[in-house]
């Protein structure tokens, strides 16, 4: 059996863990708590929870406009349960999510490109064009 659950909504959300998670990562360690707060207010969320404790060891969120298109991002599992399905977990969820699954899906990422691959993204080429937040 699982050690681990994944919960779905903003409210299934712990706040402060998840600012934890962030700081682990290299695109978001910087971010604080009130723009973390706002991103999850109007983002699809998704948790991976330890089933004793309720403590939160994973993240991810969608952003979407529910028609065309959803935006995978903020993709992280704490360092010390990377590497047993957790990340997978957190994708299967979302590719089964009935709201955004028949959209056009994006992300942006260094790594993890395998995994990404498994659920049909493909590299981007030099269509996609970004802009750095200030």
């Given at each position: 059996m699982?050690?681990?659950?994944?919960k779905?909504?903003?409210?299934?959300?712990?706040?402060?863990?998840?600012?934890?998670?962030?700081?682990?990562?290299?695109?978001?360690?910087?971010?604080?708590?009130?723009?973390?707060?706002?991103?999850?207010?109007y983002s699809?969320?998704?948790?991976?929870?330890?089933?004793?404790?309720d403590?939160?060891?994973?993240?991810a969120?969608?952003?979407?406009?529910?028609?065309?298109?959803?935006?995978?991002?903020?993709?992280?599992?704490?360092?010390?349960?990377?590497?047993?399905?957790?990340?997978?977990?957190?994708?299967?969820?979302?590719?089964?999510?009935?709201?955004v699954?028949s959209?056009?899906?994006?992300?942006?990422?260094?790594?993890?490109?395998?995994?990404?691959?498994?659920?049909?993204?493909?590299?981007?080429?030099?269509?996609y064009?970004?802009?750095?937040?200030k």
């Open positions: 699982s050690q681990y659950i994944i779905t909504g903003k409210d299934a959300m712990h706040l402060e863990e998840v600012k934890a998670l962030l700081e682990q990562s290299y695109w978001a360690n910087t971010r604080d708590i009130e723009t973390i707060k706002k991103s999850i207010d699809l969320c998704y948790g991976a929870f330890l089933k004793e404790t403590k939160q060891i994973g993240f969120r969608v952003v979407t406009d529910y028609a065309t298109l959803y935006y995978i991002c903020d993709v992280i599992v704490d360092e010390s349960y990377r590497g047993i399905g957790i990340g997978k977990a957190l994708l299967d969820t979302i590719h089964s999510n009935k709201e699954c959209l056009k899906g994006i992300l942006a990422t260094n790594d993890a490109h395998e995994l990404y691959r498994k659920y049909g993204f493909q590299e981007g080429g030099s269509i064009m970004g802009k750095a937040s």
